[in-house]
């Protein structure tokens, strides 16, 4: 298979060339997409010690640490990339869900709303900080950011699912028929929008 050659191909290269930062790197990423998560966390370690001015290394690490479920490490590289490569926007983002995972609600605020800054139109960052606001019972801002997010991207099945659990919590049952709808039709394999949809429908009498 592809990821295969690609671990051969790369393991080679850095055989060849040790100090290439480069060569480690896509061996650390070919490594991830097939779970070997320890050997490629190596890797991205190798290529960030070889090369500081690439923030790719250090992403690539706190992808990897969330990953396989190490949200502190996650949390302690993406503050390293965003700490050393601020204008970064998916390091932010990142930043963002890591904390969000967290529970620290303010933190996520931050990194999304920075993300926000440096992209308006970050379609991710407007329905996490969407999600963040609901849950700091901030719900009209939580409708505008999801509306706004909605309006960039219509066919966004995340954001129409999402919404339409706000508006569960909400009582607004029939609003929320319209955004499971959608979902499901974006995405037929979206399981919970299914039982959801059909709980809705039910609620309403349909």
């Known amino acids: 298979g592809y990821w295969r050659d690609s671990v051969t191909l790369f393991t080679h290269a850095v055989a060849v060339n040790p100090n290439n930062a480069h060569a480690h790197n896509y061996l650390g990423r070919a490594l991830y997409e097939k779970g070997r998560f320890d050997e490629a966390e190596a890797e991205f370690i190798q290529a960030a010690e070889l090369d500081e001015t690439d923030f790719r290394p250090l992403f690539n690490l706190a992808v990897s640490a969330r990953k396989r479920g190490d949200i502190q490490t996650a949390r302690r590289y993406s503050q390293a990339v965003v700490d050393r490569f601020p204008e970064h926007i998916g390091s932010h983002h990142l930043f963002g869900l890591v904390a969000l995972e967290q529970n620290d609600l303010d ?4 990194e999304f709303e920075r993300t926000l800054e440096l992209d308006p139109r970050h379609v991710d960052a407007l329905v996490n900080l969407a ?39 909400q009582g ?35």
């Not at 028929?177 to 809705?200: C, F, K, M, N, W």
Request: proline letters at 4%; a positive charge.
């Open 172 to 206: 607004k049952v029939s609003d929320a028929i319209v955004h499971l709808d959608a979902t499901v039709r974006l995405r037929p394999e979206h399981t919970e929008a299914s039982y959801q949809l059909g709980r809705a429908r039910r609620a309403v009498g349909m």
């Open 107 to 110: 933190m996520a605020r931050r």
């Open 131 to 169: 999600i963040v606001s609901a849950r700091q019972n901030r719900a009209t801002e939580s409708l505008e950011l999801f509306d706004k997010a909605l309006s960039i991207s219509p066919n966004d099945p995340d954001a129409h699912f999402n919404f339409a659990m706000l508006l569960m919590q």
